[in-house]
């Protein structure tokens, strides 16, 4: 009997801590750790919808940060106030200067203007084997990146838009996460995801079947970009403040970075992932300005924390290629299967769980008692 | 008639700048047509030439050809140790693994440079006789420009040799055309892939003397981007395919250069995005490059 076998347990792991969890930032919102939880909740999505395109259709995009500059600039442009539009961005045709959309609208718009951008690159690029699309991906964060530093009366340049309105509360951000991986774990569970992996594992078999491998990557590409464009509406008026910088290559990598450590081909790698990407770098970054260890006071070592980020993918693609969760799905499948809630009413699991955890202790002393003798 | 002249000035500017791409791309396209490993790090490799030029001229006043020699063998050096260590165990694990490998040595180059030597910009200067100035009709060349076209002619006649007779070329185009095949024919993969290793990264380092000459300032992330490039070129000109790559690099430059003399003054920030909507343009319609054949043989 293992401890997660029983849903009950599960319930409390995976539903009800991070339920508090998300509770308590709800109503602490301005706090630093409240930042940081949110910031989890947008990498939850970006990395999710990555996996979808690198992990189980076996393509490699790394031009997330593309797609999230698409999403937050298309999303600032449709909130923000007229009168600040006329200041910074006062190249923008009329109609748009006074247009203001309620925020969940604006941020699908900005999802629909990602998910165009990837057709526009992926009818080009998908059509081949290989891996140009992800050189082709990178070219599009630069092109993203020219296009937002130079085009000063469309997006106030290299400056960036400034005074975003807050709304993207703990609240809307985990309501998108959980939306976003909902429709990823039904997507990978119908027969259009189960063609992905089919193509991932072998196109030529995935082909013979019947599967088109053009229409499906193209549209993966899309769903994913439009994910990720969300993410970059959320992002955006999280920070209040976005400009191209935050956009770049690294940006990307560090999404790329973090799907792979938590496991490509698993939605619930892209949550402990998320998780581990976004909580580690804060332990690390006192490197950065310099810390004291055992009485030694370190110099400041710049890049440290993303040179320790990038020697544990090395030793990640090495040693456990599948990432940590491998192809486990047991978060996800806990979060959606009615089993996890019921459990709760349920007399014989609570005994079930309270039977494991006897079982777990008594073997647990046993072999403290066998060492020590 | 003055038009004409700015052209002509633009074209050669394409030339020297295509030279460069053309140097990389063909270390590049060695690597790729064997391992068909996008290798994110080789730009980097031509960032730790540099540095290592900077260093021993700057801190112990090493005269450059010695220098440049150094760097060479250091960037073999660190070109064979990440090949070692970060694609080697993942040779049977497929193309995906080793692009992300890639992508992480890339980025820890990244990093340790930037750790080791701050990530400020920092001036670098080519000695006096390297960068004099000839003027020949309108077009001027430093001395440095006329080596780099030398270099790249030498550098493809050699090579194209090199592959066409002797032991080692021929089993590179075995391998690049079926790396297990070639295994079970008896030959020694790791010999090659090596060998295509060390030639990618010694071009490396002498293209980073160049690009580094020619821009007169270097920054821990200055090899990524023109990395990116050459890989670009690569494709242009048809990948696996060492004329192709030279093409394609001379291409790429001359495209580039005239993109942003002749566009108008707006548009010149664009430069690199140019290069990346060219090789988009470019799959859109001749997907194996215009020397490259469907198998991408090595020609």
Redesign the interface.
């Given at each position: 009997m293992r401890l997660r076998d029983s849903n009950l347990f599960r319930f409390i792991i995976f539903v009800l801590i991070p339920l508090i969890v998300i509770i308590i930032c709800g109503f602490s919102s301005g706090s630093y750790y409240a930042g940081l939880v949110n910031l989890f909740g947008i990498n939850v999505i970006l990395v999710a919808s990555l996996n979808l395109v690198?992990g189980f259709s076996?393509m490699?995009s790394?031009g997330h940060a593309a797609f999230m500059a698409i999403g937050a600039y298309a999303a600032a442009i449709l909130t923000l106030p007229a009168n600040q539009k006329l200041i910074s961005m006062p190249g923008l045709p009329e109609w748009l200067i006074y247009m203001r959309l309620p925020y969940p609208v604006a941020l699908i718009i900005g999802g629909i203007l990602a998910a165009f951008v990837a057709l526009l690159?992926g009818?080009?690029?998908l059509?081949?084997k290989?891996?140009?699309l992800?050189?082709?991906t990178?070219?599009?964060i630069?092109?993203v990146?020219?296009?937002l530093?130079?085009e000063d009366e469309l997006t106030n340049g290299a400056r960036g838009v400034t005074g975003l309105p807050n709304y993207a509360s703990t609240w809307t951000i985990f309501g998108a996460a959980v939306i976003c991986l909902f429709i990823l774990y039904r997507l990978i569970r119908s027969s259009y995801g189960r063609g992905l992996t089919a193509m991932r594992d072998d196109y030529v078999a995935a082909q013979t079947i019947g599967i088109n491998l053009t229409t499906k990557k193209i549209s993966a590409f899309c769903i994913s970009a439009f994910m990720a464009g969300v993410a970059g509406g959320l992002w955006g008026h999280m920070q209040s403040v976005i400009s191209g910088k935050f956009f770049y290559?690294d940006a990307s990598?560090k999404i790329?970075?973090t799907s792979?450590i938590g496991g490509m081909s698993s939605l619930s790698g892209a949550v402990v992932g998320s998780l581990l990407m976004t909580f580690i770098p804060e332990l690390l970054a006192p490197l950065e300005t310099g810390i004291e260890v055992f009485g030694i006071r370190l110099p400041e070592?710049?890049?440290?924390s993303?040179?320790i980020?990038?020697?544990l993918?090395?030793v990640i693609?090495?040693f456990r290629?599948q990432g940590i969760m491998g192809y486990s799905e047991i978060i996800t499948e806990s979060l959606f299967s009615a089993k996890t809630y019921s459990s709760v009413l349920k007399k014989s699991e609570y005994k079930k769980l309270c039977d494991i955890v006897a079982h777990k202790i008594k073997e647990l002393s046993s072999r403290v008692k066998s060492k020590g003798a | 008639m003055d038009g004409f002249i700015y052209f002509l000035i633009q074209s050669v500017n394409g030339l020297k700048l295509g030279s460069v791409y053309a140097i990389v791309a063909v270390g590049y396209s060695m690597v790729y047509g064997i391992l068909?490993l996008?290798n994110f790090a080789h730009g980097d490799i031509m960032t730790v030439g540099v540095y290592t030029i900077l260093v021993l001229m700057t801190a112990f006043g090493v005269p450059l050809w010695v220098t440049v020699l150094l760097s060479v063998v250091i960037a073999i050096a660190v070109g064979l140790a990440t090949e070692r260590?970060?694609y080697r165990?993942?040779r049977t694990?497929g193309?995906?693994?080793t692009?992300?490998?890639s992508?992480?040595?890339s980025?820890?180059m990244?990093?340790?440079i930037?750790?080791i030597f701050?990530?400020q910009r920092r001036a670098f200067h080519l000695p006096e006789y390297l960068s004099r100035l000839h003027t020949i009709g309108f077009i001027k060349l430093s001395t440095m420009n006329i080596i780099t076209f030398a270099a790249v002619f030498i550098i493809l006649i050699v090579l194209s040799l090199v592959i066409k007779k002797t032991r080692i070329g021929m089993a590179m185009r075995a391998c690049s055309d079926n790396l297990n095949a070639s295994k079970l024919m008896g030959i020694n993969i790791n010999a090659v892939i090596v060998t295509a290793f060390a030639i990618g990264s010694g071009l490396a380092a002498l293209s980073g003397l160049m690009l580094a000459g020619e821009y007169k300032t270097i920054d821990p992330l200055m090899g990524?981007?023109p990395g990116?490039k050459a890989?670009?070129a690569a494709?242009l000109g048809g990948i696996g395919s060492l004329s192709g790559a030279v093409l394609g690099g001379f291409i790429l430059g001359i495209a580039e250069m005239l993109f942003a003399g002749l566009m108008p003054t707006?548009f010149t920030?664009?430069r690199?995005?140019f290069?990346?909507?060219l090789?988009?343009?470019v799959?859109?319609v001749r997907?194996y490059g215009i020397l490259g054949s469907k198998e991408g043989g090595r020609s």
């Amino acid at each position: 009997m293992r401890l997660r076998d029983s849903n009950l347990f599960r319930f409390i792991i995976f539903v009800l801590i991070p339920l508090i969890v998300i509770i308590i930032c709800g109503f602490s919102s301005g706090s630093y750790y409240a930042g940081l939880v949110n910031l989890f909740g947008i990498n939850v999505i970006l990395v999710a919808s990555l996996n979808l395109v690198n992990g189980f259709s076996g393509m490699f995009s790394m031009g997330h940060a593309a797609f999230m500059a698409i999403g937050a600039y298309a999303a600032a442009i449709l909130t923000l106030p007229a009168n600040q539009k006329l200041i910074s961005m006062p190249g923008l045709p009329e109609w748009l200067i006074y247009m203001r959309l309620p925020y969940p609208v604006a941020l699908i718009i900005g999802g629909i203007l990602a998910a165009f951008v990837a057709l526009l690159i992926g009818f080009p690029v998908l059509r081949f084997k290989g891996h140009y699309l992800s050189v082709a991906t990178i070219g599009l964060i630069v092109i993203v990146r020219a296009v937002l530093d130079n085009e000063d009366e469309l997006t106030n340049g290299a400056r960036g838009v400034t005074g975003l309105p807050n709304y993207a509360s703990t609240w809307t951000i985990f309501g998108a996460a959980v939306i976003c991986l909902f429709i990823l774990y039904r997507l990978i569970r119908s027969s259009y995801g189960r063609g992905l992996t089919a193509m991932r594992d072998d196109y030529v078999a995935a082909q013979t079947i019947g599967i088109n491998l053009t229409t499906k990557k193209i549209s993966a590409f899309c769903i994913s970009a439009f994910m990720a464009g969300v993410a970059g509406g959320l992002w955006g008026h999280m920070q209040s403040v976005i400009s191209g910088k935050f956009f770049y290559i690294d940006a990307s990598f560090k999404i790329v970075e973090t799907s792979i450590i938590g496991g490509m081909s698993s939605l619930s790698g892209a949550v402990v992932g998320s998780l581990l990407m976004t909580f580690i770098p804060e332990l690390l970054a006192p490197l950065e300005t310099g810390i004291e260890v055992f009485g030694i006071r370190l110099p400041e070592l710049y890049g440290a924390s993303n040179l320790i980020m990038a020697a544990l993918l090395i030793v990640i693609i090495i040693f456990r290629r599948q990432g940590i969760m491998g192809y486990s799905e047991i978060i996800t499948e806990s979060l959606f299967s009615a089993k996890t809630y019921s459990s709760v009413l349920k007399k014989s699991e609570y005994k079930k769980l309270c039977d494991i955890v006897a079982h777990k202790i008594k073997e647990l002393s046993s072999r403290v008692k066998s060492k020590g003798a | 008639m003055d038009g004409f002249i700015y052209f002509l000035i633009q074209s050669v500017n394409g030339l020297k700048l295509g030279s460069v791409y053309a140097i990389v791309a063909v270390g590049y396209s060695m690597v790729y047509g064997i391992l068909r490993l996008i290798n994110f790090a080789h730009g980097d490799i031509m960032t730790v030439g540099v540095y290592t030029i900077l260093v021993l001229m700057t801190a112990f006043g090493v005269p450059l050809w010695v220098t440049v020699l150094l760097s060479v063998v250091i960037a073999i050096a660190v070109g064979l140790a990440t090949e070692r260590i970060a694609y080697r165990p993942l040779r049977t694990a497929g193309e995906e693994a080793t692009l992300i490998s890639s992508l992480a040595v890339s980025i820890f180059m990244q990093n340790l440079i930037m750790m080791i030597f701050s990530p400020q910009r920092r001036a670098f200067h080519l000695p006096e006789y390297l960068s004099r100035l000839h003027t020949i009709g309108f077009i001027k060349l430093s001395t440095m420009n006329i080596i780099t076209f030398a270099a790249v002619f030498i550098i493809l006649i050699v090579l194209s040799l090199v592959i066409k007779k002797t032991r080692i070329g021929m089993a590179m185009r075995a391998c690049s055309d079926n790396l297990n095949a070639s295994k079970l024919m008896g030959i020694n993969i790791n010999a090659v892939i090596v060998t295509a290793f060390a030639i990618g990264s010694g071009l490396a380092a002498l293209s980073g003397l160049m690009l580094a000459g020619e821009y007169k300032t270097i920054d821990p992330l200055m090899g990524f981007v023109p990395g990116l490039k050459a890989f670009c070129a690569a494709v242009l000109g048809g990948i696996g395919s060492l004329s192709g790559a030279v093409l394609g690099g001379f291409i790429l430059g001359i495209a580039e250069m005239l993109f942003a003399g002749l566009m108008p003054t707006d548009f010149t920030a664009y430069r690199d995005a140019f290069v990346f909507v060219l090789l988009i343009l470019v799959l859109l319609v001749r997907p194996y490059g215009i020397l490259g054949s469907k198998e991408g043989g090595r020609s």
